[in-house]
């Protein structure tokens, strides 16, 4: 069965710094990858996306990601974070393709220090 | 206007009662999801319908049912609640593969005591 991990169940930056979170994968045939983000008492927004073609994937909010199959991993990153980045983040793969039955890893919830 | 709207937004119910959480959409998708966050466990697939005559089982389906009322709604039942269906539940939609974004809700949290 798909499955996702984000070894990092809490992370804490400051303000400014850069960004990786990690993810990595278990999945058969190629990979519907996704970032979301879920605010405190939000839903959760799209980041970014990864269907085919480039492995760098940029997204909104300044963040991309990298798609790697040899290392089975889908690593977020942001070069300068900014407070209004704290939020949990979620990575899920489409088990069936596209958006379709999404499995989510755990979540990695970000503190940004001032 | 939301393109994914659940009602209600929060609800406290007592062990035993039947409740229902509605969803409605507007962005004119078949595929349809339930899904359920606890803290530390990401989310998890309740039941997702592909169409209005189409409902499947996820991965935590026992002790919840639903129903396609219209491409547009999708409710999600607890028949007889009990406390460790405390959670924080989303609906969400999305278009056909291979490009289809998912849409979620806001989410609806639930408390059974």
Not at chain 2, 95 to 101: K, L, V
């Amino acid at each position: 069965a798909q499955s996702v991990t984000q070894p990092d169940i809490h992370i804490t930056v400051s303000e400014g710094a850069s960004l990786e979170l990690r993810c990595n994968y278990s999945y058969g045939a190629t990979p519907y990858l996704f970032w979301y983000v879920q605010s405190p008492g939000q839903g959760l927004q799209l980041l970014l996306k990864y269907f085919s073609g480039d492995t760098l994937v940029q997204g909104i909010k300044g963040f991309e990601a990298e798609f790697k199959r040899s290392q089975s991993s889908f690593n977020l990153r942001k070069p300068s974070v900014h407070w209004s980045d704290a939020a949990e983040y979620f990575c899920a793969v489409g088990e069936q393709g596209g958006s379709e039955k999404l499995v989510f890893g755990k979540g990695t919830k970000l503190t940004v220090n001032p | 206007d939301a393109d994914v709207t659940q009602t209600p937004r929060n609800r406290i119910t007592k062990t035993g009662k039947r409740i229902m959480l509605e969803c409605s959409q507007t962005k004119g998708h078949d595929r349809m999801y339930w899904y359920r966050q606890d803290p530390g466990l990401g989310l998890r697939l309740i039941y997702y319908s592909f169409d209005v005559k189409d409902i499947n089982k996820g991965e935590i389906s026992d002790g919840y049912s639903v129903s396609r009322q219209a491409q547009a709604k999708f409710s999600l039942s607890l028949e007889s609640a009990i406390p460790n269906q405390t959670a924080l539940y989303f609906c969400a939609t999305s278009g056909s593969p291979p490009d289809g974004e998912a849409f979620f809700g806001q989410g609806t949290r639930l408390t059974v005591v």
